[in-house]
């Protein structure tokens, strides 16, 4: 941490600082002669230390010079971390596909999209029987019961399934059913959603919020990460911009940022992030160029009955084109799908 | 609803719709002659017809034309819904000053806090027990021991207590102890949460998440209403944009907007909306010129050692002069401050 | 500036950054100790240094520790700057209400609304006779003969008049008409215009970019400033964010956090800041309470006939009644309308 | 255009909308029976017909249903544009790299740029002599001297030349040196620019304003379209938003879905839309795999000593590395490098 002092602050403020520093066991390092007084603070800091240095007189800004996230930093971890799904491994290298409904609706619909998705080649299952939505009059899933039919899923095509768990108390419920535990957008800083993911014993999948910056998504990782579940991985799915033709504004910069900073498996939901089904491949392709690690796709039989977001989810057969697609731009850059046995 | 048609639509793109919306027990209505066909849907509508229609060929776009909230509206109920809390009246007409620290350290910090907010003209105490976290490793309050001594404050000094609540599950707990229950802004769309809050028969306050519209807001305001707890006020808190030099950009407008839209109070919170303790005045005397029905302020005795959000705090001699502020301004558009007895 | 290596650099990195500032003729003054090594450059830096010093091996990041901006700052100027234009002083205390159309139209709706707003308490004519447009098929203004007109309603009513002027050719032109330039949000960045802006010898107003920072509002200011024209104003008028509702997001907190950073006088325009007329008092009020100097509005005989921004026009009776507001909310805070004799 | 009445509007107060429209020509065609009474607009209709509307009473909202664009549009011209730049061209389905460095500071450094360029497969060179700067005090271009060594270095290499025009009066000279006009992401809606490269007959490069929708983009696109200048591209640069880690966020979506909207070429531009040199190659791919016409990128023999963005430059041996990865992402989908001759 690094305290930046007024252009014209006295030496009684200086000194009032390094005393302050002197009574939590920090020192301060001066470094006088650059355009202002800088203070280096020797030590073991922590964040609330930056609010209380900035409100005494004299000090500009007191800039953090440590990243606040530990676990999930690649200087903690310098290997990419894998997770083994079943069959599927995800991080190594290989290019993951996850498809299925935004919404379990019923089971005819599951097995139908499960079959479809398995054999354009998809390696896992994505289904909601707990949905968040944003009108209390809009469907919300039909929770145990669409989980029941998951699992039936997995029974029918050997897919292991991933689907989101939006309350504390659901976390051990969900954990019965599903082999990856996702934590949705809106939840991404749901904390005590996370101190619980953080305790199960179960692969996690942690979406960005819509609104949260990339140091943040790291922060809610940290938060699974020091429960002591490391079978984690990400997924960007778009942020809310200004811009309102799309429903969100896929960052597909963040994959190949947070692969730099991170050495956790990012994955690509081009289908929240762009929300408009005609957007889904070609950026289900970019994020395959950009190094995504996987994508995660919303297929429906009927995308024009879907109880939910119709207007982004793929046919079977526009399914099909896509995975065509992004395996010739993985194979393009040396890589191959993971499809499992 | 209205369905927008293609330039070049066909008339059999056209009776496929027609035909859709029989099939659903709805009727289209035609307006030709307009730049493009339009086709109004008479009948009971619901969200998801949107997306189903959007995805049929020759569709150019889908307008929802009826507002998706209703018992937040100024439409279903024209007079301000006005909320008792002990001896305070909020949404009559005067004016609501909230104080006390961010979150709950010990009784002695909430004890002094709440005698000096109370003396300069709080008439309501705010304190956090649990307390969302950016990251794991920093403080995330006392927990129930923090209620305990919110309790022994509204002892000590007769202000009614507003606290938040962050898990489905603390409800209870917290009901018992608080006299408004909070729901934070990163917990706006924590649909399950607003579920339990909406179950309860206690006073509520909803902030407006800070990446969330205003119809989202009165969306979630719907939850907690729908669920039967009609004692509800709704408080802006800043919004995040590109401009970093404020911790979130106070959304003023959305007070005078929200008043207008709905008949729930609204009060602002400058605290969150800046971030920085000098334009917590300001910002507070402009949140009452522009209609709020209050104000929510983050005070401590010593804001430099405070665990939490020091940097926004004001000292006891600051909220003194702030009250003085509102004071006038409220003065001067006729209002005057809510004072319990 | 300052240098913050990576926990993992070498020596010799260290070295070669020294060795490097030295090449410049600066020098680095070496913080160990604190989390991680920290370099503090002394002597004159320049802001393309940060992108030359990040590409350095082992470098984290660089911090700039100086603002950018000199001119504009109250450390460089401790007291108000004030502008005298005609018999009207901004800056000084008084608040300052400017009005009129938001596009000369006619002789006729200038003069009319002229007399209107000057009768209900303003101090200065807007009315733009270049006017910026999204679209090439909209209403462009009039040009100079819409300045003639703009001279004419000085004539009669002795209210000085600000415009806008849009291209560095035209600055001259308005400059023989108009009592104040006007540079508008979407030339904020047009440089070469803010340099003949700042060549000119009239007062100017600089109106905030809808997507710009402070800091380069600023570093706009800077510009004008830096060619010799001291003459200059501020102006917020709602930057653009997520929320759709209004036409931008008026940032009130950048009113009393721009009269900390700068010396310069701070308006505000609720017209475009809401872009609805309802919205247009409650943030004038706001604006006022915040601490501005003055607020610009738009005013127009029959707004629903106006050619341009009729939506955020107020008659002249809620101008009359607005002016009453503003006037009761600055009286709360021992300030005066400036009303020229 | 359709008007949405409020739910309790009056039989009086829809008499009153049909009689303005008849007074404008226009006629209004009412569909009774949907949740709100709804009136389609039957005529020619213009934006300002909006506002107008929108102040009546009775009036809920007015929703526009035709684009404002149309020379730009799909709907106007079904078939790809293509451009002819020299032997390139640009928009027929081969991959244009444009590449060179940000600023033209010595002939030295350009001549080595764009030698090194050519040989690895780009087929135009970029270079500032005119460079939008923040603060007044960077380097802002070399001017006219700037374009004379673009005029070399296009002499050695036969490389075409992109280069920025900031001012209407300096389009005459620009063309005079510059194959291919650039309009900058500051200077999107600088209206009288636009009508200045819309009357040149040079083609033209129209970047994506930070803060500007896709809508506004292709509406300044009309500016230069309805002048006469047919030969325009279109450059997705990265948009402003939240996140501060990267420079800009790269709107890679914004590709596709301009193709979609519009028969213009889009190219991207991954050095500005990131800001950072690593993630150059990334976002290189991404627009590729997701449709881009084209790339433009920055390069720089030293990018720790450009004078401009050296940050986001990459070395002669990066580009190479770039131009082999995203050669590969474009034959996977059946594309090649546009190589001149």
């Known amino acids: ?15 009032a600082i390094l005393e302050r520093l002197r009574e939590r066991g920090l020192a301060g390092h001066l470094s006088p002669g650059v355009e202002r007084t800088v203070i280096g603070v020797v030590g073991h800091t922590y964040p609330e230390l930056k609010d209380m240095l900035e409100l005494l007189p004299g000090v500009e800004e007191v800039v953090p010079i440590s990243k606040p996230y530990k676990l999930s930093s690649r200087e903690f971890r310098r290997e990419n971390t894998t997770i083994q799904v079943g069959n599927v491994t995800i991080g190594n290298g290989d290019l993951v596909v996850i498809a299925g409904p935004c919404a379990v609706e019923t089971e005819e619909q ?9 054999a354009a080649g998809a390696c896992m299952l994505r289904g909601g029987a707990y949905k968040p939505s944003t009108s209390p009059y809009q469907f919300r899933g039909l929770g145990e019961d669409g989980l029941k039919i998951l699992e039936t899923a997995r029974y029918e095509t050997g897919l292991p399934i991933i689907t989101e768990v939006m309350a504390p108390a659901d976390v051990e419920l969900v954990c019965r059913y599903a082999d990856v535990l996702q934590v ?56 809310r911009t200004f811009e309102t033709f799309t429903r969100n504004t896929m960052d597909v910069s963040a994959i190949p940022l947070v692969k730099r900073l991170s050495h956790l498996p990012v994955l690509g939901d081009p289908s929240h992030g762009t929300g408009k089904w005609y ?63």
Chains 1, 2, 3, 4 share one sequence.
């Open 279 to 341: 957007l889904v491949a070609p950026l289900a392709a970019a994020a395959v160029a950009a190094g995504a690690d996987g994508i995660m796709v919303e297929v429906h039989p009927n995308p024009d009955i879907a109880l939910k977001d119709g207007a982004q989810s793929l046919t079977f057969e526009n399914f099909q084109r896509l995975v065509a697609q992004v395996n010739a731009v993985a194979a393009a850059t040396g890589r191959k799908l993971a499809i499992p046995v």
């Open 110 to 118: 599951v097995l139908a999209t499960a079959r479809a998705v398995k």
């Open 184 to 239: 949705g957008a809106r939840n991404m800083q749901n904390f005590m959603l996370l101190d619980e993911v953080g305790k199960a014993r179960k692969p996690a999948m942690l979406k960005r919020g819509f609104a949260n910056t990339i140091q943040e998504w790291l922060l809610s990782a940290e938060y699974i990460l020091s429960q002591g579940n490391h079978q984690l991985m990400l997924c960007e799915r778009g942020i």
């Open 1 to 15: 941490m690094i305290v930046v002092m007024r252009v014209d602050c006295s030496q009684q403020e200086i000194d």
